[in-house]
């Protein structure tokens, strides 16, 4: 039998995540990589709206800190002006793009 993708468990409000990717600003992920330059390293954040594809967000910094994430976050809030919750799924504690408390896979609800 095929996976049941109707389910509803480990959401707050009790949403269909699969719905949630019918509209834009409604799910948001976050990614991090790093950049060679001449004069060393340079970090990208980036949030992509999963419905839409895009590129909402970004921060780049010479430093890899939480902060590079949290600005590319801010970029994505300021842009799009959700007007309704945004799911935000973090990556694990070891990933420089973590953001949460110390357990694996947090997720941030984003009410605005």
Same mark, same amino acid.
């Given at each position: 039998?095929?996976? &049941?993708?109707?389910s #509803?468990?480990?959401?707050?409000d009790g949403?269909?995540?699969?719905d949630?990717l019918?509209? $834009? &600003?409604?799910?948001? /992920?976050? &990614?991090? #990589?790093?950049?060679?330059t ?10 992509i709206d999963?419905f839409s594809?895009? @590129?909402i ?7 890899? #800190?939480?902060e590079?994430?949290l600005?590319?976050l801010?970029m994505? @809030?300021w842009?799009r002006?959700?007007?309704?919750? /945004?799911l /935000? $799924? ?5 990933? $420089? ?8 896979? #947090?997720?941030i609800?984003?009410t $605005?």
């Open positions: 039998m095929g996976a &049941d993708h109707s #509803t468990q480990g959401t707050p949403e269909n995540r699969i949630r019918h509209a $834009p &600003d409604t799910a948001w /992920v976050t &990614d991090i #990589t790093y950049i060679k001449m004069e060393g390293f340079a970090y990208l954040a980036v949030v999963l594809r895009r @590129v967000g970004w921060s780049l910094q010479s430093r890899q #800190t939480s590079v994430v600005q590319a801010h994505a @809030v842009r002006k959700p007007q309704n919750t /945004v /935000v $799924p973090t990556r694990a504690p070891s990933s $420089p793009a973590w953001i949460g408390s110390a357990s694996c896979g #947090t997720t609800w984003f $605005p």
